[in-house]
């Protein structure tokens, strides 16, 4: 196939202050949010003056791969589109229309296959190239890769980074925690959202040199009549407090970067929490930029190009190319997080 460009479709975020509440209604727009809650999750972006970090991170994974398909190609030209904020798709591909692009890779930043991770992101994209209209480039999406090497060796090396921080008698016994953004039961029941986030737990756990885990759900943004994913990590770690155990490793394994559902759920309030009931936290990094992250885009890229071998870690094998038809289906409710990235 004859690929001219590389698109990354991500979330977004807001810039400055200003941004936080208009984004805050793009994300949540059709959804029936109560301005009171939206009100309490920009305060997550005021604490860290309004701006997203997801931008940065985004950024520095954009430079880092535009450096090794220099190196060592496809060297195509990379358009950034996000679903939520500036550059937004369609933007973005009236940007790659007029510099001649006609078919072009995406990569979505997401793992994950559900309504909100993954097929809310091919709906965005479809969308865009309607607002477009003729001569709006094609875009194919890179399959998932939540079982690649290239993701889950990263993410264990930063598990083992953390235990290295523990004192050292205590490195052997303090429980890991794998994080996830919930979502809407009615979202899960129809996906392959958990089933593929307990594989990656256990293949991170094996690589990491862990046998024992726990999956723990956080981020919760919906009304409390709506069932979501649990257990929730607060609930997690004040059970590990209560059998007087001293210390966790929490590690966001749902999660590519250091975003605002991070810092903020994470370094701030459940550090918050462990403070409260007598509880040392220590929170793995995410992938970010990791070179042999960087190197998976890159092999993902040639396996459509080329045809490159596919490769993937545990019994199920690599992904398809397509999603299946029907997959993630909106759920009845609509979804109503996550709301901050």
């Not at 997203?52 to 994974?61: G, R, Y």
């Not at 973005?92 to 809310?120: D, E, P």
């Not at 235990?163 to 794998?178: D, H, K, N, S």
Request: proline share 8%.
């Amino acid at each position: 196939m004859d690929f001219d460009a590389l698109l990354i479709v991500s979330f977004g975020g807001p810039e400055k202050p200003e941004d936080v509440m208009p984004f805050l209604e793009n994300v949540t727009r059709g959804r029936r949010i109560p301005r009171e809650r939206l009100e309490e999750v920009a305060e997550h972006y005021y604490h860290f003056g309004g701006r997203s970090p997801i931008n940065t991170q985004v950024e520095a994974l954009i430079g880092s791969l535009r450096a090794e398909l220099a190196a060592n190609g496809p060297n195509l030209p990379i358009y950034l589109g996000n679903r939520n904020w500036r550059p937004y798709l369609p933007d973005t591909l009236r940007r790659m229309k007029a510099a001649g692009v006609r078919k072009a890779l995406a990569f979505v930043t997401s793992a994950w296959s559900s309504y909100s991770s993954c097929r809310q992101y091919l709906d965005n994209i479809a969308e865009a190239q309607a607002e477009v209209g003729p001569g709006a480039p094609e875009v194919v999406r890179l399959r998932l890769f939540y079982n690649h090497p290239g993701f889950l060796e990263p993410m264990a090396g930063r598990v083992r980074d953390a235990y290295a921080l523990l004192p050292e008698p205590e490195r052997g016994t303090a429980p890991l925690l794998f994080t996830a953004h919930s979502i809407p039961l009615s979202m899960s029941e129809n996906c392959r959202y958990v089933e593929q986030l307990t594989e990656a737990c256990e293949l991170v756990g094996k690589l990491a040199g862990r046998e024992h885990w726990q999956l723990v759900y956080q981020s919760r943004s919906g009304p409390s009549t709506q069932p979501w994913l649990e257990p929730d990590i607060a609930v997690a770690l004040r059970a590990i407090a209560a059998r007087g155990q001293k210390n966790v490793v929490v590690a966001p394994i749902g999660f590519l970067s250091d975003h605002m559902e991070v810092l903020y759920d994470l370094d701030y309030e459940a550090r918050q929490l462990c403070g409260e009931i007598g509880l040392h936290l220590e929170r793995a990094g995410t992938v970010g930029h990791h070179p042999l992250f960087i190197r998976m885009i890159r092999e993902l890229m040639l396996e459509r190009i080329e045809g490159a071998g596919r490769k993937a870690l545990g019994e199920r094998g690599p992904m398809p190319d397509d999603c299946f038809a029907g997959c993630c289906p909106a759920p009845m409710i609509r979804p109503t997080g996550p709301t901050g990235r």
